[in-house]
């Protein structure tokens, strides 16, 4: 049980989650995770990402799961960016998770990956998301101007813009 309290602890951090290269690192072997799920501990929710079966939710673990199921180095990407922060108005049907890598495993319809480079990482509440400022700038054309304008207005008055980029996204969409 040791094994399980270590993956416990490292996935009640991580919005109940927890990939397979996570468990190896802790010296937990893959065949103990599919052990776990077997026993109802341990949900598989894709190609070496597991989830706490006993894991209370919160509002940004689809955000989150989706990242983990696309791999290392990926990241929320555009409207999701905007969804995940309650701004603009944005609820999409997919969550567009960024990466520079191709992606070849089975995801779920709701994820949606996009191949990018040279963009701005960063992380907002532990999940990795390309920076505000560029996803809005992103979803010019997909999102209305209006609620685009709004959305800059939100960002800055709660703090995740800075007074620079607050100024940068007024020029650029008016």
């Known amino acids: 049980m ?3 309290d270590d993956i416990y602890e490292l996935a009640a951090d991580n919005y109940g989650l927890i ?3 996570e468990a190896k690192n802790l010296g937990v072997a893959k065949s103990e995770l599919n052990r ?4 109802g501990r341990l949900l598989k929710r894709g190609q070496g990402v597991y989830k706490l079966v006993r894991y209370v939710p919160t509002e940004y673990d689809r955000y989150a799961e989706a990242v983990a199921l ?3 180095g990926s990241f929320l990407f555009g409207e999701a ?4 922060h309650g701004l603009a108005l944005a609820n999409p049907r997919h969550i567009s998770v960024g990466t520079t890598k191709r992606v070849r495993r089975e995801l779920p319809e709701w994820v ?4 990018v480079s040279g963009r701005t990482v ?3 509440e532990g999940i990795p998301s390309q920076s505000l400022a560029e996803a809005i700038l992103e979803c010019r054309g ?3 101007g209006e609620r685009l304008k709004s959305a800059v207005e939100d960002a800055r008055r709660e703090g995740l813009i800075t007074k620079d980029e607050f100024e940068h996204l007024r020029k650029e969409l008016s």
């Open 142 to 144: 997909i999102v209305m």
């Open 36 to 39: 776990w799920v077997g026993m």
């Open 112 to 115: 949606q990956p996009v191949t």
């Open 2 to 4: 040791a094994h399980f």
């Open 19 to 21: 990939t397979s290269a």
């Open 122 to 124: 960063t992380s907002y």
């Open 81 to 84: 960016v905007l969804a995940m």
């Open 70 to 72: 696309v791999g290392d």
